[in-house]
């Protein structure tokens, strides 16, 4: 079980955290899993949003599409979070092979 996370950061100069994260799963059933588990969670006093980082806006995916999407959107994360935090955070659903605040 392989973890994939990316915090995202603003522009330079100041390359702040923008406050989301996707992280990708080697299946949609552990991306399922952890979507289920992370909905009801908080960090440092915020609770995360989570849904799926493919757009559901066009209203013509069927569920085979939805079915082989792996990858989250996580937002409403703390812009003073680090690596280390969400790395910790996903352990639980896998082994993170990168976390990194994109830059």
């Not at 522009?11 to 799963?25: A, E, H, L, Q, W």
């Not at 979507?35 to 806006?57: H, Q």
Request: hydrophobic share 35%; proline share 3%; aromatic share 6%.
């Amino acid at each position: 079980n392989n973890l994939l996370v990316e915090l995202k950061t603003g522009p330079p100069p100041d390359r702040k955290s923008r406050g989301f994260c996707f992280v990708t799963f080697d299946t949609h059933e552990q991306a399922d899993a952890c979507k289920k588990i992370l909905s009801l969670s908080s960090i440092k006093g915020r609770s995360l949003n989570v849904s799926w980082a493919e757009s559901t806006a066009n209203r013509d995916v069927d569920g085979d599409t939805m079915s082989r999407v792996t990858t989250l959107y996580v937002s409403n994360i703390s812009t003073s979070v680090q690596e280390d935090i969400l790395r910790s955070l996903f352990t639980q659903f896998g082994e993170v092979v990168k976390c990194v605040i994109v830059k």
